[in-house]
């Protein structure tokens, strides 16, 4: 499980991580004219999200699939099937034979979807450090 309490190594940007973001996992182009301070870019893969208790240690349960809507520079977007039980959590990005990302990220808002299942919009808090993700996860 990846530890949100160890010391902090340097982190890149945000502005970094997008582009390695991009570099992996898609070709990203902007998604329009938004009313946001930062670009969003389409996102539409599955990930991982993992709940995290009151001192940032991952609570023991099943990782949550998610499924991107959109990422910029602050935050994310995705939508899920059940309620995210916990507002501060760990979003991992995996792809078979990609780059591995983990950032800990704070759900700012949900609302409920009309076909069912929700929609969730994150600001992103940091990126992990590689030590932080645990293969397993």
Partial sequence: PARSNSAAAPMSTATDVIRELQEA???ARSSG?????????????????FPLGGRGKQLLFNPMEIVGRDISATGIGFSHESEIPQKRVIIYFYRPGSAKFAFEAQVVWTAPLPEGGYESGCTLVRKLHPSEIVETL
């Fill in 25 to 27: 996992f898609y070709e």
């Fill in 33 to 49: 004219h938004q009313k946001r301070n930062s670009s969003r870019f389409p996102l539409n893969f599955s990930m991982k999200l």
